[in-house]
């Protein structure tokens, strides 16, 4: 799946709390590991916030809590941070050097308020 395969509507989740501190060791992560900066979240095209933690649960990832936080991927782009899916169910939010305060003065409000990380319920 490329960058533009994810469609618009499909919701990206991130675990919460979402903390700046908490996002740079994401990102710097996945530069040191793949040459790429790029947050870390799940998507699924189609699918329910319930229906993403549970396939996340499923594979045994880390939601990096037990709350979420959602925006869906046209949000994202529309605020020039693409979405790409590195393995469905975890995609990585781009940027383009590393995160920095300015970008996220953007990025986290983008995400809606905090809620529990339940399967079954929305």
């Not at 869906?72 to 941070?81: I, K, N, S, V």
């Amino acid at each position: 799946m490329q960058v533009d395969d994810i469609p618009d509507e499909a919701l990206v989740v991130r675990g919460d709390p979402l903390e700046f501190n908490n996002a740079q060791r994401s990102v710097r992560r996945h530069h040191k590991d793949s040459g790429v900066f790029g947050l870390s979240a799940f998507t699924l095209p189609n699918a329910s916030t319930s229906a993403i933690v549970e396939r996340v649960r499923e594979l045994e990832l880390d939601l990096w809590g037990d709350s979420v936080r959602v925006v869906t991927a046209g949000a994202l782009r529309a605020a020039g941070f693409p979405v790409h899916a590195d393995g469905l169910p975890h995609a990585l939010i781009m940027l383009n050097q590393g995160l920095k305060s300015t970008d996220w003065a953007v990025l986290e409000p983008l995400f809606g308020p905090s809620r529990p990380a339940l399967i079954g319920g929305e």
